[in-house]
């Protein structure tokens, strides 16, 4: 009977922590160009709210992109 209980706690933790992740994960927007050095936090809160973050992904190459993540819209 232990290991019955012990073989199935594994998989409901790993569904219990995948199923909180997902619903944390926000959503992501791009917010145009932006300059090595400098934050685009601030504009993403003006847009997205206060929650919202923003950094400059440089994977782009040039002067990099402003990426927003902010709390999703609930329906």
Same mark, same amino acid.
């Given at each position: 009977?232990?290991? !019955?209980?012990? +073989?199935?706690?594994? /998989?409901?933790?790993?569904?219990?922590?995948?199923?909180?992740?997902?619903?944390?994960m926000?959503?992501t927007?791009?917010?145009?160009?932006?300059e $090595?050095?400098?934050?685009? !936090?601030? $504009?993403?809160?003006?847009?997205?709210?206060e929650?919202?973050?923003?950094?400059?992904? +440089?994977?782009?190459?040039?002067?990099?992109?402003?990426?927003?993540?902010? /709390?999703? /819209?609930?329906?």
């Amino acid at each position: 009977m232990a290991k !019955t209980i012990s +073989r199935l706690v594994l /998989p409901i933790i790993f569904l219990v922590m995948f199923a909180l992740v997902e619903q944390n994960m926000g959503c992501t927007a791009s917010m145009g160009p932006c300059e $090595k050095g400098k934050s685009c !936090t601030s $504009k993403c809160k003006v847009t997205f709210g206060e929650m919202a973050n923003g950094y400059c992904d +440089r994977n782009t190459g040039g002067l990099g992109e402003c990426v927003c993540v902010y /709390p999703c /819209p609930t329906h």
